[in-house]
Structure formats: structure tokens, C-alpha cells
């Protein structure tokens, strides 16, 4: 069966809606063993008939039949299939990629087959010890002679063990004596059973095969056989060639990215600036955060929130002066990970008098777990009939030594409503336990219940002490609590609002961090210009790798495998960019917090693996996002305008 046939082949070119016929009805058989020159002066279609024979141009009219199947109506994918299985390329200009060594060159084919890196490895080693260039295997190409660039490309051509050799004016840049050397190489090939294709304007190089194809203006002028075909395999071995893959396709970015190492070192850094900028700025607001939470519970007990009932104005108006009853406190004693529920009071308006002095107390109420016991430096806390004093209300009381204050007996004057609803002024002598640096001046529960009684009034608890197990659970339980709600005149209201130092906590925490967010939103601008700059590279990238894109495509690769490569690259720019910019800011945590620590005694930035994690993640996203257009773009290329361009 004949290996390869063209039957009345015809193409033309369209400038300006005008066609120009380069080929006029162009028929061929061609069979393993033979060493085909196809003669002729320049533009009349030598090359355009080798594009169609190599599966490169798919637009004619005819048909290109191999191993007696027609290509006429097959896929991208089949073309892709028959240039990777069945064609091996040899260029005039050699066409080999700068940035991989001759011997990765000669496996860029073979990364499409399914043998073992290793084996890749000692295949392409074997065949550039073949053609004469064991000495150059780790060289680049531009370490090269034109005769021994071309030897690369011939090894090239015969790594994935192709039926066709085709090659474009293989002696054309070269001397009299590489040339001599080069075609004994390729009347070797054809010896061992391979049809070797080599378009030519020389007559001394087209006698040097087995027969000889002139062209002229678009057409066969003749079809003259110089001697016999060498003997051929009476059977061709299968093909177990496969697609590139993604990890080849990565391989490869990854060697594009170490051999321009400079330029690609100074796009890392430049996009690593945006990722630094945002994660120091969301660690400088967990640490800001975190030093007002430490500033804030080092004065009250973070894990004891206060509550108050929610009561709308319209309630006030009707008599509800808001007090928990008996069921709320059930309910926050039944609330998981909350330890003890306290009841509470608190007041303005109450005054202190001490011998002739008298001192009003804007925020007076009973003691509970809020009041941290280690800041009452002077005394302890109250008991019945007793009485706690800030430092500042005690140094008021007594000028000259305000911690005397502690164990006199001072009058406080406490403000009620009587059951008709009228004013009443509740009057006790009580005994001054302690003086809390900071907090409120606070009496026990049940010694405020006995002066309510005393005026036959009834104490309920208009706040609730609720302390949480842990810490980390007090957000939690806030939620809980907040969570609950009820209908009030046809609409619904939160039943309970967080009062005291806690919720002033939690909303500056919540306040804070807003405004951090939006520092590392601004922050973030810098990374849209980080993809701007790598969409612009990548175009760049594009642009100068459009030869190799050609190259690759005449090996076989797949329009996906194109966009492997460039995407590839892009995700390498946005994690080593991501990386280097966690590496900066931790470097920028640890000068700024040496700086501060004197001042704050504790870290001021706080940079998490959370953070970390979201910049790299984030990083890679906008990397990818940008790549999409350059590798599309790189995807699209024409492989014959690829492989012509300079």
C-alpha cells in the first residue's frame, strides 16, 4: 500500500478578494524508502505542497490520503495526531527553541510519546550521538555551527520514529561540506525504510536522492526516478504517541522562565509588590486589633459580657422600663460554653458623700464579673454593705492620700422609682472595701436589693452578667444572644443588646478591621497593575516565542498544549511573586514590630498562614486570570506564519 498519496491538489491565496492559484491540480505517490527531492525555482509552491504534505495548511481542494485514509474532512485533532505520529520537520533555518539545550530539543517530541522520562532521556541522547554531536548534548543551540544545528534538528525529526521526513531547503544555509555530510544523513534515513521528502532549488542536491519531482508555476513538469527506493519494513511499528502533556507543557515554561532568569527575576519582583502590600496590611490590622483587644481586657474580663433587654421607645412610653425577668435568665444559663449568669443593676446619677465632699458618679453599678479583681490594687471587693471606689472618685474624696479611703464609711444616695411612679432617694452608710484602678464604682447585689426593700420597693435586674468558658467563645455566645428575637407591635425586634465595655469591644473590632480591609482593598490596586504588567509580558512573551509556538505545533502540539505553556508561565509568575512578596512582609513584620515594641510591649503586626495562604491563592488567580487572553492569543497562531516569522 502506497504510504502516502496526493490526489489533484489545488490552492490559492486571496489578496484583496482576488485569488492566486499556487497549486493547479497537483497529483503524487510517495513510499517508504525513497528520498523524494522536489525541484524548482522559488514561488512555484514547493513549500506550499510541503505545508499541505505535513499537515500544517489544511485549506486546498484534493485530497492528502496516508496509509490509504483520507485526511480530506479530519479534525484538528487528527491533523495534530498526524503531524506528531506520522511527520518529523527539518527547516532550512533550523528552527530550534534558544532556550532549551540540544538535548531537551531533540525531547520536545518525544515528550509527546509514552515512554519513561528515562528513557526519553537515553532516546534523544542516542539519537544526537547518531548524527555526531555527543559532545554537544548540554549546549544551547547558539552554541552551535549551522551544519550542527541542523544535525539537532534532524535528531529532532526522527525522536517519535516518524514514517515522513520532510525538509525544507536542509542544505540552504549551509557550506559545500555540511551539506555533503547533512544529505548522507538523510539517504541513511530513507535506507532505513523512511520516506524522506526534501524540497530544493539545487540540481545537485535533488540528484543526490532516488527521484525527482520539478515543479514549475504550480505544476508537476516532471516525475524522474534516479535509481530504485531502498527496501522498506514490510510492516511500520504502531504508534503510541500521546498528546503533550500539562506537566511537559509546565517543564517547559519552567525552562523558558530559568533561561531569561534577570528579566523574569525583576517581573517577580514587581508583581510581588501588590501580594506584600496586602498581606502587611490585613497583619497590621489583626495586630492593631489584637493590641487594643489586650489593652481592652487588661481592664475588664473579656470573657463576661453584659445584657441588657432591647425596648423600643414606644414600651418606654408604656410603662416597660426594660428589666429581665426570671425566663431571660434561664435562657442565657442555658446557653452553651456560658458558666454562671449574674444579675445586675446599673444607675446614674447616684453621689457619694464623705464627711463634707460630695462626689457624683455618672456609671454606678453592682458588682459582677466584668470588674477584674486584680485591678483593685488597694482593698478587695465589695461584700454586704459595702462599697467599691475608683481611683478617681477616692482621690476626690481624699486628696492627700485617696488609699486611706479604704475601710471608712462614706453615704451614697441611690435614685428609684416608687410603684405609683414617682421619684425616691434611697440613702445607705456603707464601708469602702476597696479602690479599683479602672471600672465603676460597684455594691453588691443584694446589699442594693436591701435598700430597695427598705423602701418597700421591689430590686429587678435591669442587665445580666454572663461569663463564657473560654475566650475564643464569647463572639459565639454574643451571636447566640443577639440571635433572639420576637414580635413587638407587628414587628419583629431583637430581644437583647450587648452592653458595656464588650459590645464598645466588639464594635471597635468590627470597626478596625473594616477599616484595615479597606486599607488592603486600596493595597490591592497595586495588583490589577501586577496583572496589567503580566498580561503586557506575556504579549511580549508571545511575540517573541512565535517561532517556537510554530515549532510546536509542527511537532504536534495541540492549540490546548499552547495555552498550557503560557498558562504555565503565568502561574509560575504569580506563585514565586506571592511567595517572594509573604517573605517581604514577614521581613517588613519583624521590622515594624522591633520598632513598636517598645512602645505597644507587644507585636503591632500579626501576620497569619491565613493571610499567607489568601495572598498566594489570590496571586495565582489574578495571574491566571491574566494569562487567558496572551495564551489564547498564542493558541490561535497560524503554525506556517509562526514558523516565518523572525
Request: net charge positive; charged share 20%; glycine share 6%.
Given at each position: ?248 507543557a509546565f517543564k517547559m515554561a519552567m525552562q523558558h522562565m530559568r533561561y531569561d532568569i534577570k528579566r523574569n527575576l525583576l517581573i517577580i519582583f514587581g508583581a510581588s509588590i501588590g501580594i506584600f502590600s496586602v498581606i502587611l496590611m490585613l497583619g497590621l490590622g489583626q495586630g492593631v486589633t489584637g493590641y487594643i483587644n489586650d489593652q481592652v481586657s487588661s481592664q475588664v474580663n473579656p470573657n463576661t459580657i453584659q445584657i441588657a433587654r432591647n425596648v423600643s421607645q414606644k414600651q418606654i412610653e408604656n410603662g416597660d422600663q426594660g428589666n429581665l425577668a426570671n425566663k431571660d435568665i434561664k435562657r442565657f444559663d442555658n446557653i452553651k460554653d456560658v458558666t454562671k449568669v449574674e444579675k445586675g ?302
Open positions: 500500500m502506497t504510504l502516502l498519496e496526493i490526489k489533484d491538489i489545488h490552492k490559492s491565496y486571496h489578496v484583496n478578494k482576488e485569488a492566486f492559484k499556487v497549486l493547479k491540480g497537483i497529483n503524487l505517490k510517495f513510499d517508504r524508502g525513497e528520498f523524494v527531492s522536489i525541484l524548482g525555482e522559488s514561488g512555484g509552491g514547493k513549500s506550499t505542497l510541503l505545508n499541505i504534505i505535513g499537515g500544517l495548511d489544511h485549506q486546498y481542494e484534493g485530497e492528502l490520503i496516508v496509509d490509504g485514509e483520507s485526511l480530506k474532512n479530519a479534525s484538528e485533532k487528527k491533523f495534530d495526531a498526524y503531524r506528531s505520529q506520522t511527520i518529523g520537520f527539518i527547516f532550512q533555518s533550523f528552527n530550534l527553541i534558544s532556550h532549551l539545550t540540544n538535548l531537551e530539543n531533540v525531547m520536545v517530541p518525544l515528550e509527546m510519546t509514552d515512554l519513561s522520562h528515562k528513557e526519553r532521556v537515553a532516546k534523544a541522547t542516542a539519537l544526537l550521538e547518531q548524527v555526531g554531536l555527543k559532545e554537544h548534548i548540554n549546549k544551547h543551540p547558539n552554541q552551535l555551527s549551522g551544519g550542527q544545528k541542523q544535525r539537532v534538528a534532524i535528531a529532532r525529526a526522527l525522536a517519535a520514529d516518524p514514517d515522513v521526513i520532510i525538509a525544507d531547503e536542509p542544505t540552504g544555509a549551509l557550506d559545500s561540506q555540511n551539506t555533503a555530510e547533512i544529505l548522507a544523513i538523510l539517504q541513511k534515513i530513507a535506507e532505513d525504510g523512511k520516506l524522506v521528502i526534501a524540497v530544493t532549488h539545487s540540481q545537485a542536491v535533488a540528484d543526490y536522492g532516488t527521484r525527482v519531482v520539478h515543479m514549475v508555476d504550480g505544476q508537476i513538469d516532471y516525475d524522474k526516478r534516479l535509481k530504485d527506493a531502498y527496501p522498506a519494513p514490510a510492516e511500520s511499528t504502531p504508534k503510541k504517541n500521546s498528546p503533550l502533556s500539562f506537566m511537559s443593676y446599673y444607675t446614674n446619677g447616684v453621689q457619694v458623700h464623705y464627711q463634707k465632699k460630695s462626689e457624683t458618679i455618672q456609671m454606678f453599678q453592682t458588682f459582677n464579673k466584668t470588674e477584674r479583681v486584680q485591678d483593685i490594687k488597694t482593698g478587695k471587693k465589695p461584700g454586704t454593705n459595702e462599697v467599691l471606689l475608683t481611683k478617681a472618685t477616692a482621690k476626690k474624696l481624699d486628696k492627700k492620700n485617696y488609699k486611706k479611703m479604704v475601710g471608712r464609711t462614706v453615704t451614697i444616695y441611690v435614685n428609684a422609682i416608687s410603684k405609683d411612679q414617682r421619684p425616691v432617694q434611697m440613702r445607705q452608710d456603707v464601708k469602702v472595701s476597696g479602690i479599683i484602678n479602672s471600672g465603676t464604682e460597684a455594691i453588691t447585689y443584694g446589699t442594693l436589693a436591701k435598700m430597695y426593700q427598705a423602701q418597700n420597693l421591689d430590686l429587678e435586674p435591669n442587665f445580666a452578667a454572663v461569663t463564657v468558658n473560654k475566650t475564643q467563645n464569647v463572639k459565639a455566645v454574643q451571636n447566640k444572644i443577639k440571635a433572639y428575637d420576637s414580635k413587638v407591635n407587628g414587628k419583629t425586634q431583637k430581644d437583647y443588646q450587648i452592653t458595656g465595655v464588650g459590645a464598645i469591644l466588639d464594635s471597635i473590632n468590627t470597626y478596625l478591621m473594616l477599616a484595615f480591609y479597606v486599607l488592603a482593598g486600596i493595597a490591592g490596586i497595586s495588583l490589577l497593575v501586577s496583572a496589567i504588567m503580566i498580561i503586557v509580558v506575556l504579549y511580549i512573551s508571545v511575540s517573541e516565542r512565535t517561532k517556537e509556538i510554530g515549532i510546536l505545533r509542527a511537532i504536534g502540539a495541540r492549540k490546548k498544549d499552547i495555552r498550557y505553556l503560557f498558562v504555565s508561565e503565568a502561574f509560575l509568575i504569580g506563585l514565586f511573586s506571592s511567595v517572594l512578596g509573604a517573605l517581604i512582609a514577614w521581613g517588613g513584620q519583624a521590622l515594624v514590630n522591633v520598632i513598636a515594641q517598645p512602645l505597644t510591649h507587644m507585636p503591632i503586626v500579626a501576620i497569619t498562614s491565613g493571610y499567607v495562604i489568601f495572598g498566594i491563592v489570590i496571586s495565582v488567580v489574578i495571574s491566571l486570570l491574566a494569562a487567558l487572553a496572551p495564551s489564547r492569543k498564542a493558541a490561535k497562531l497560524d503554525p506556517i506564519e509562526a514558523l516565518a516569522a523572525e
